[in-house]
């Protein structure tokens, strides 16, 4: 097949790339989407359509702001932010499509760049993935730039002639490549280096295995300023890779859930059959229609529909209820340190506050803060390791603080193995009438943890922290500082004030009685 040639002229094909090369263009993937496609326009595939989806959209200007925070960093001879994205969803939200554009975008703008696209299975990729992006550069502004082969997209023979001789750019890893995997040689999937930008896309990422993840960490080696690592996939496993970009790893990917029914131009109707024949909670609606991950273990601590509930009520004022902090300590630096407040049934009302890589003192500040702003009427502070230099420095403060231990002994000795199943235990039953924000995070830590029998005395034991990372979940960081609000009954200040009065009324009567 003869290569494409260019079809503006000489002086056509100039403006054309220095329309789509203009860093106001080329830096806004959103602007270039609605540019490089004929939407809205007559006798094309695009005639009905405006434009990218809400989510799309979305997607592309967080892009936008990512490249405008790096030319930040370099003004400011700062190290280049790699940008790493998660997105789970149900199915037909057009995750194809951004996978195209994307892909479209990077080897149009980032001249010499290379662009990596893999999937769960050679099927996928193929029939799918890769024969999506065809159709998108066949209707671009710029298509006859480039070759579509069956694995890959190079620059037309007269294009890539004039970036080599004009802009001395080597073309040798300017392409963008379908690349199968293999786990059992997941070596011969990495490789490439590229200073001009690299870019890589996992698309239904939950079927690619961990040994890929791991390999692909290395193409993105290099301290450039174009490294993108996009991954898209239905939450179909609970377990790898892609679920760990959500829990364990959740601290160093943007993450996402999209529920099909919120996107527009999806058939809505075939979504709420789907609810109304396997239920609102059912791991199929999870995954298909919700975009969340299913949620298949027998032993879950605290039931999922538990903690929806309690995200979804609204606070119920308790004016007499004590005002409690609880304050769990990050022991390494992918923890974070937390401080929940609840009054009551109310754990919203004042936000929670997390912070990532500060020491104890910084911490302590925090708290020592907080507690005098919102007038507190207890602090609860995890004492286990560094914990306790928290809990030292307060008091050192004159704070009055309780410290936890989370394997002390428990109230109810017969039924607990140590305090902290049963804070946790007190703390499922209070969901059944409290409410809580609204929060991804604080949702993932409360369903993670599952619950045994001790063999021998058949006490309730909680998952341990450790394990749970073992098993590719971060520490329920948000779970704990909540938790820690359950350790000890505090008074109600309403009774405390009535106490008060009470004693104050028999010293006047006792004075009155001997003065009177």
Known sequence: MPSPQPIYGAQGEQQLMMELWDPQLANDPLQFVQFAYPWGRANTPLEHQSGPRGWQKETLEEITRHIKANELRAAQ?????????????????????????????????????????????????????????????????????????????????WFGEAVKR?????????????????????????????????????????????????????????????????????????????????????NFWKTRNIDSRTVEGTDRATFDKIVAQYGEDSDVTRVEVKGQFPNKSANQFIPTDQVTGAQERKPIPDPGAPLLMGCDVARNGNARSVIAFRKGRDAV???????????????????????????????????????????????????????????ATPNDPNRFLNKRVEMWALMAEWLLIGSIPDDSL???????????????????????????????????????????????????????????????????????????
């Open 349 to 407: 009302s004042i936000p929670w506050q997390s912070y990532k890589g500060i020491d104890t003192v910084q911490f302590a500040t925090h708290i020592a803060d907080a507690a005098t702003k919102f007038k507190v009427d207890a602090i609860f502070v995890d004492g286990n390791g560094v914990g306790g230099g928290v809990v030292d420095i307060l008091k050192s403060w004159g704070h009055r603080v309780v410290e936890v231990q989370a394997g």
């Open 77 to 157: 001879q700062a190290i280049y932010e790699m940008w790493r994205s998660a997105d789970a969803s149900g199915r037909g939200i057009g995750k194809s499509a951004l996978v195209s554009w994307l892909t479209h975008w990077f080897q149009t703008t980032r001249l010499g760049g290379t662009t990596v696209v893999t999937a769960n299975t050679e099927q996928q990729l193929k029939s799918r993935t890769w024969a999506e992006l065809g159709k998108w550069v066949s209707l671009a502004i710029n298509a006859h730039w480039w070759e579509m082969m069956a694995l890959s997209m190079r620059p037309a023979q």
């Open 166 to 250: 004009d802009l001395k750019i080597d073309l040798g890893y300017y392409y963008a490549q379908a690349q199968l995997w293999s786990e059992e040689n997941p070596d011969a999937f990495a490789g490439i280096h590229n200073h001009h930008g690299f870019m890589l896309i996992f698309d239904e990422a939950s079927g690619i295995p961990t040994p890929i993840w791991t390999v692909s960490e290395g193409f993105f080696t290099e301290p450039i300023p174009d490294r993108y690592w996009f991954v898209f996939s239905n939450p179909r496993r609970n377990s790898g890779s892609f679920f760990e970009c959500f829990h364990r790893d959740r």
């Open 442 to 516: 604080l949702r993932t830590d409360l369903i993670s943890p599952e619950y045994s029998y001790h063999p021998v005395s058949n006490k309730l034991i909680l998952e341990g922290k450790e394990h749970m990372e073992d098993r590719g979940l971060a520490s329920p960081d948000y779970g704990e500082a909540l938790a820690l609000t359950f350790a000890r009954p505090v008074a109600r200040t309403d009774t405390r004030t009535s106490r008060s009065q009470a004693r104050n009324r028999v010293a006047a009567d006792v004075d009155y009685n001997i003065f009177g």
